[in-house]
């Protein structure tokens, strides 16, 4: 089988009329760094949303109501991403999700659904979230594009392109004109390429439901062994963020990310939105000098259970995500092994990691394996001489 680098490109009907870069323009180094288009006068967005096919109707989504919420986790629960081989599906939470929908300035009107007219039923839906994301010197507001799911029943149809169109036109009122988003799926053009990685955690239960083989000349046994963690972290000073570390976990977080080509730029508004610890949704542990107090260290993961698709013994599959980790004092070998620890301890399966930031430093010694998908890395309207490694990027989406 053909890898994407070396199969014919696809034409894009959509895409092709998209400001983003374009495969013919890949390795023409000519063209200027920076927005593709420049921003227009509000006066000039169109007022009005796109058309739906007559049986449809848009619906911005109250993610504060409980209902809505519900609704929107249904949607996704039901027709979100799934692997290739449709054995696995993602199952964001409840909680997960009004967690990503509503950090510092969001904005209801970038949660956008579409209904069915007669029944009301959510049919569709996507969202956009405020972030600043810093490109080289230049620190630009963005949205960050997720959750973008289609019925099943309504695939095919072009429904996405209105929807992303739409998306677009509301975070065009703002007067926010670049957006980053991530997608399994080969579009035009990617900024990088990653991979992801997965630690074992609970060998049995992965082979189990088929996430993993047992490998050549292992048995069960060996494997369980292979993959055992001590009990609790061995980092002296390690232990969960806490509300009065926000400023201080700021400052490190700053100063590692100022080093990637495409990073975050969170200020304490966003670190204690996106960092500081959510039951069942985001975890953050720090190293704090026995000696000191100085935080040195930062690490953190995201929950994100998937759905095991007809499998008779297990329904979920509990999985860990890690999100961002600086070390400065502490190994990353043995941070990582201390959050590897905590996310055993808390009854996750599978620990996951993309190849980005410092990542590659620990993925192999820690007994990571890497992953069959990939995940690209988008910006709409913001253009790069050149694609970027994955260890350039300090950048994680949900
Ligand atoms: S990636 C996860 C996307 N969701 C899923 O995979 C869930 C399962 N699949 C579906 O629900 C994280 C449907 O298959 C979807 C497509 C809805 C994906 N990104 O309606 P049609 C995100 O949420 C293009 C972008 O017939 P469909 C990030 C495709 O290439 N484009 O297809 C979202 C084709 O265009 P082309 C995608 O299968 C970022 C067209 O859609 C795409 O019924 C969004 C076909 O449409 C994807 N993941 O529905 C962009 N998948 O030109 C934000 C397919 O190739 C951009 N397509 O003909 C920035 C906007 C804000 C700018 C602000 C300045």
């Known amino acids: 089988r053909f890898q994407d680098s070396m199969s014919v490109e696809k034409t894009h009907k959509f895409w092709e009329t998209q400001p983003v870069g374009q495969f013919k323009d890949i390795g023409d180094t000519s063209l200027p760094e920076g927005p593709i288009e420049a921003a227009t006068p509000l006066s000039e967005v169109k007022q009005e949303p796109y058309n739906l096919p007559a049986a449809y109707e848009w619906a911005t989504c109250d993610m504060k109501s409980d209902y809505v919420c519900s609704e929107v986790y249904n949607l996704l629960k039901n027709n979100y991403v799934e692997d290739d081989e449709n054995m696995f599906r993602f199952n964001y939470s409840k909680e997960f999700l009004s967690w990503a929908l509503r950090p510092p300035g969001y904005y209801q009107s970038w949660h956008i659904g579409v209904r069915a007219k007669v029944s009301k039923k959510l049919v569709a839906f996507i969202s956009g979230v405020p972030a600043r994301i810093r490109a080289r010197d230049d620190v630009v507001k963005m949205a960050e594009i997720n959750f973008l799911c289609v019925h099943k029943k309504l695939r095919s149809k072009r429904l996405a392109p209105v929807m992303i169109k739409e998306v677009t036109r509301r975070v065009h009122l703002e007067n926010i004109w670049q957006a980053a988003y991530t997608a399994g799926v080969v579009l035009p053009t990617p900024v990088a390429t990653c991979q992801y990685w997965h630690r074992t955690l609970n060998p049995k239960k992965l082979i189990d439901v088929g996430f993993s083989r047992l490998g050549a000349r292992m048995t069960m046994s060996r494997t369980i062994k292979l993959y055992k963690l001590p009990d609790v972290p061995a980092t002296p000073g390690f232990r969960k963020m806490e509300p009065c570390d926000v400023p201080a976990v700021t400052r490190l977080l700053r100063n590692y990310l100022s080093q990637f080509i495409v990073a975050t730029d969170f200020d304490e508004n966003d670190v204690e939105h996106w ?118 990027l300090g950048l994680v989406l949900l």
């Not at 100085?294 to 297990?314: A, E, H, K, Q, V």
């Not at 599959?317 to 201390?338: G, I, R, W």
């Not at 050149?386 to 350039?392: H, M, N, Y």
Request: hydrophobic residues 35%.
């Open 275 to 392: 960092l500081l610890p959510r039951e069942d949704v985001v975890d953050s542990y720090l190293v704090e000098s026995p000696e000191t107090h100085d935080l040195t260290d930062f690490c953190s993961f995201y929950t994100l259970p998937s759905t095991i698709l007809g499998n008779p013994n297990y329904s979920t599959l509990k999985a860990a995500y890690s999100y961002y980790n600086v070390a400065t004092k502490t190994t990353f070998l043995q941070l990582m092994n201390d959050a590897l620890i905590v996310a055993k301890q808390k009854g996750f399966d599978v620990f996951n990691a993309l190849d980005v930031m410092h990542n590659e430093s620990f993925l192999k010694e820690l007994k990571f394996g890497p992953g069959d998908g990939q995940l690209h890395y988008y910006l709409y309207n913001y253009r790069l001489r050149s694609a970027l490694k994955p260890s350039e």
